[in-house]
C-alpha cells in the first residue's frame, strides 16, 4: 500500500436545506432553523422532523429516476453534483479504473414500507416487480454505476450512523492501494418514515419536542435527536493525479480509523474506548498527535447518553481546545448520509477558515464544561487538520482526519 495523498476535488450534497453544498453550508453557516416534513410525510406530526424538499428533473434528470426510492435519489443527485465538480467526465473515462463506495444503513424503507401496506391491504399479485430494485441496500451503488459508466469495484457499506464516513475511508484506502484511479464515495439515507421514526422513539431516541429547535447537541436540556435525511458524496484521487489535471482541490482524507465497541447492541462504550481509538489510530494513519487538530466536528446527535460521552472524549483527547461544532444542530439525524454529509461541510470548514455555530443550544452543559463549543454565530478561524467523529449502533466508531 503506498502512502500517497488523497485528495478531494468533486462534492455534492442534498439535505433538508436544499440541492447543492452550498445550500446546506450557508444554513449551517447561518445556524438556520429548518421548517420540517414536506407533504409526503404528512402523517408524521407527533415530533420534529426534517425531510429533503421535493424536487424534480432540473435537479436530477433522467428516465425513470422519479420513480427510484428517496435513497437512490438523493445519491444520484450528490453524485451527479461531485462529478461535475471535478471535472471528469464519465463519457470519456476509464470506468474499469473507477469505484463507487456508498455507505447507507436502511437502504429503500419507503419503498419496502409502502410495499408491506400494498400486500396487507390488496394482496401479493399487486407487489411491484421493481420492489427489490428499489429497495436493496446496494442499488445507491449500482444506480450511480450504471449511470456514470463505473466498472471497477461497487461497494456498500452499512455501519449504521457511521456508514457514510466508512464509506469514504474505504474509497481512500482503493486509492491508496492502486486499485482505482477515482473513487465516488457517498452516504444516504432517506429514513423519515413512519415504522421507522415509530422504532427510533420507542427507544427513546427521538427528541421529545415538536419544536423546529429540537436538535440541540450537547444542550443541559436536549432529550434525543431529529430525524431527518439526505446524502453526500465526494469525488476522490490520489493527489498527483488530480494535480496532473489541474482538478480542484478541496481537501485532504489524511487519515482514517473504523474501531467497534463489542460492548451493546445501540449504547456506546460508558467511558467511549472504542471511539478513542478510533480517534487515536485515524491520526497515527495521518502521522498526527492529538496536538496537531484545529477543529473537530463532532457526531453530536442531540441524545444526552451519547452526546456526555464523545463530549467527555473530546475533552480528554484535546485537551488545547480545538473549535467543535455539530452540523446535526440544523440538519438533524440524516442516519447513514450523516457521516459524508459533516466529512464535506468539514472540508467546507478547512477551505474557507470559518466554523459553523451549533445552532439551538444556548450553552454547553455543565457536565461538558471546557468544551470549546462554537455558539451563537460562526467562527472566523484558520485551522489546518480537523477530525470527524460518526457513532453508530452495532458499537461502529468512524473517524476522519481531513486537512488543506
Known amino acids: 500500500m503506498t502512502s500517497t495523498a488523497v485528495v478531494v476535488t468533486g462534492t455534492g450534497m442534498i439535505t433538508p436545506a436544499g440541492a447543492g453544498v452550498d445550500e446546506t453550508w450557508k444554513a449551517v453557516r447561518d445556524g438556520r432553523t429548518l421548517t420540517g416534513l414536506t407533504s409526503r410525510h404528512a402523517d408524521l406530526t407527533e415530533r420534529h422532523y426534517l425531510s429533503v424538499p421535493a424536487f424534480g ?54 419503498t419496502m414500507s409502502a410495499a408491506q401496506t400494498r400486500l396487507d391491504t390488496r394482496g401479493a399479485d399487486t407487489v411491484s416487480p421493481y420492489l427489490h430494485p428499489r429497495s436493496l441496500i446496494n442499488m445507491a451503488a449500482g444506480t450511480v454505476a450504471i449511470r456514470h459508466r463505473v466498472t471497477g469495484p461497487s461497494h456498500t457499506v452499512a455501519a449504521a450512523c457511521a456508514s457514510g464516513a466508512v464509506a469514504i475511508g474505504v474509497a ?3 486509492l491508496r492501494a492502486g486499485t482505482c484511479d477515482v473513487v465516488i464515495a457517498c452516504g444516504t439515507d432517506a429514513g423519515v418514515v413512519p415504522v421507522v421514526a415509530a422504532g427510533f422513539s420507542a427507544m427513546g431516541a427521538l427528541s421529545n419536542s415538536s419544536a423546529a429547535d429540537a436538535s440541540r447537541p450537547f444542550a443541559a436540556d436536549r ?19 488530480a494535480r496532473r489535471r489541474g482538478a480542484p482541490d478541496l481537501g485532504k482524507i489524511l487519515g482514517y480509523a473504523y474501531t467497534t465497541d463489542a460492548h451493546h447492541p445501540v449504547q456506546p462504550h460508558p467511558d467511549g474506548a472504542g471511539a478513542e481509538a478510533a480517534v487515536r489510530m485515524a491520526l497515527s494513519d495521518a502521522g498526527l498527535v492529538p496536538r496537531n487538530v484545529d477543529h473537530v466536528n463532532a457526531h453530536g446527535t442531540s441524545t444526552p447518553h451519547n452526546d456526555r460521552i464523545e463530549g467527555r472524549l473530546i475533552r480528554k483527547l484535546f485537551p488545547h481546545d480545538p473549535s467543535v461544532t455539530a452540523n446535526k444542530a440544523v440538519l438533524g439525524h440524516s442516519l447513514g448520509a450523516a457521516g459524508a454529509i459533516e466529512a464535506v461541510l468539514t472540508l467546507r470548514t478547512l477551505t474557507t477558515g470559518v466554523v459553523p455555530p451549533t445552532a439551538h443550544t444556548p450553552a454547553v452543559d455543565p457536565e461538558l464544561d471546557g468544551l470549546n463549543l462554537v455558539l ?3 467562527r472566523c478561524e484558520q485551522p489546518v487538520v480537523a477530525v470527524s467523529n460518526s457513532l453508530g449502533f452495532g ?5 476522519l482526519v481531513t486537512g488543506v
Not at 432529550?223 to 498527483?240: D, I, N, P, T, Y
Not at 458499537?395 to 473517524?399: E, L, S, T
Request: charged share 20%; net charge negative; aromatic share 4%.
Open 57 to 110: 428533473t432540473d435537479v436530477l434528470p433522467g428516465r425513470g429516476t422519479a420513480h427510484l426510492d428517496p435513497f437512490i435519489r438523493y445519491a444520484l443527485v450528490a453524485v451527479d453534483q461531485a462529478i461535475a465538480e471535478s471535472g471528469l467526465d464519465p463519457e470519456t473515462w476509464d470506468g474499469s479504473r473507477v469505484g463507487v463506495v456508498v455507505g447507507c444503513g436502511l437502504g429503500g424503507a419507503t
Open 172 to 174: 481512500r484506502d482503493l
Open 223 to 241: 432529550s434525543g435527536f431529529v430525524l431527518s435525511e439526505g446524502a453526500a458524496a465526494v469525488v476522490m484521487e490520489r493527489e498527483e493525479n
Open 376 to 378: 451563537g454565530g460562526e
Open 395 to 399: 458499537g461502529a466508531n468512524c473517524v
